[in-house]
């Protein structure tokens, strides 16, 4: 399996220009988390999808971030207005939980964000 | 809900030492513990997990981690560390039952001296 695959996976944009993550999570995994890392805060949930279903988007930042999940294959994380503060390593993890075990989740390589 | 300590932030040990890296837990029941690693440049790789029985468990990497209740610990082991173990380290709790979504630790980065 190729794992969880994020593109791009290096992003430099100007402030007030929209950003788009996107990311591939592994085949048969029904969720999918997106985290942003940064110096300041450490790794933070930002939302997360069950079965393409957005389940909580409490850690998104605000408005200016969106997140969808059109298929089982596919999401992507929206910036629009991108600001500096922005700036971090975006990673978007998959896992499979079964039965009374958490799996574990498997994480892409990231995508670092530069907003200028 | 659970939450998760890093009490040290760098770690520096010589290569061939032993490690320690600490682990404190906040949650009201048995949780589910995580250790991941992150190498430079890289996403975060699950070294080893802990669900339930024997409270010492082996993982990847020659690490080992043992889940102590009484002190709501999981802290991680190696005997001899490598160069390249330099790396951030990520422990992770969480709860059984609902949504089972981890919450992870500030980290902590290890630096190998040779």
Same mark, same amino acid.
């Given at each position: 399996?190729? %794992?969880? @695959?994020?593109?791009? /996976?290096?992003?430099?944009?100007?402030?007030?220009?929209?950003?788009?993550?996107?990311?591939?999570?592994?085949?048969?995994?029904?969720?999918?988390? &997106?985290?942003?890392?940064?110096?300041?805060?450490?790794?933070?949930?930002?939302? *997360?999808?069950?079965?393409? !279903?957005? @389940?909580? $988007?409490?850690?998104?930042?605000? $408005?200016?971030?969106?997140?969808?999940?059109?298929?089982?294959?596919?999401?992507?994380?929206? @910036?629009?207005?991108?600001?500096?503060?922005?700036?971090?390593?975006?990673?978007?993890?998959?896992?499979?939980?079964?039965?009374?075990?958490?799996?574990?989740?498997?994480?892409? =390589?990231? #995508?670092?964000?530069?907003?200028? | 809900?659970?939450? !998760?300590?890093? =009490?040290?932030?760098?770690?520096?040990?010589?290569?061939?030492?032993?490690?320690?890296?600490?682990?404190?837990?906040?949650? %009201?029941?048995? =949780?589910?513990?995580? &250790?991941?690693?992150?190498?430079?440049?890289?996403?975060?790789?699950?070294?080893?997990? *802990?669900?339930?029985?024997? #409270?010492?468990?082996?993982?990847?990497?020659?690490?080992?981690?043992?889940?102590? /209740?009484?002190?709501?610990?999981?802290?991680?082991?190696?005997?001899?560390?490598? &160069?390249?173990?330099?790396?951030? *380290?990520?422990?992770?709790?969480?709860?059984?039952?609902?949504?089972?979504?981890? #919450?992870?630790?500030?980290?902590?980065?290890? @630096?190998?001296? =040779?």
């Amino acid at each position: 399996d190729a %794992g969880v @695959i994020q593109s791009p /996976r290096h992003e430099v944009t100007e402030m007030g220009q929209e950003v788009t993550l996107r990311c591939k999570p592994i085949s048969g995994h029904d969720y999918l988390f &997106w985290y942003r890392q940064t110096m300041m805060r450490g790794l933070e949930l930002l939302i *997360y999808f069950n079965n393409n !279903v957005p @389940i909580d $988007d409490s850690g998104m930042p605000e $408005d200016r971030f969106s997140a969808k999940m059109p298929n089982a294959s596919f999401s992507t994380l929206k @910036i629009q207005p991108s600001e500096p503060r922005d700036s971090a390593v975006y990673f978007c993890a998959s896992s499979s939980p079964t039965g009374a075990l958490t799996d574990t989740q498997y994480f892409g =390589p990231g #995508t670092r964000l530069t907003v200028l | 809900a659970q939450s !998760v300590t890093q =009490p040290d932030i760098h770690i520096t040990v010589s290569e061939g030492a032993s490690l320690e890296l600490r682990c404190n837990y906040s949650y %009201g029941a048995t =949780p589910y513990l995580f &250790w991941y690693v992150q190498s430079p440049g890289q996403g975060l790789q699950l070294l080893l997990k *802990y669900f339930s029985g024997d #409270t010492l468990v082996q993982g990847i990497k020659g690490f080992e981690a043992e889940f102590k /209740r009484s002190q709501s610990s999981f802290n991680l082991r190696k005997p001899s560390v490598h &160069w390249s173990d330099a790396a951030e *380290y990520f422990c992770a709790v969480g709860a059984r039952g609902g949504s089972y979504i981890p #919450t992870f630790g500030r980290g902590t980065s290890l @630096i190998v001296h =040779p």
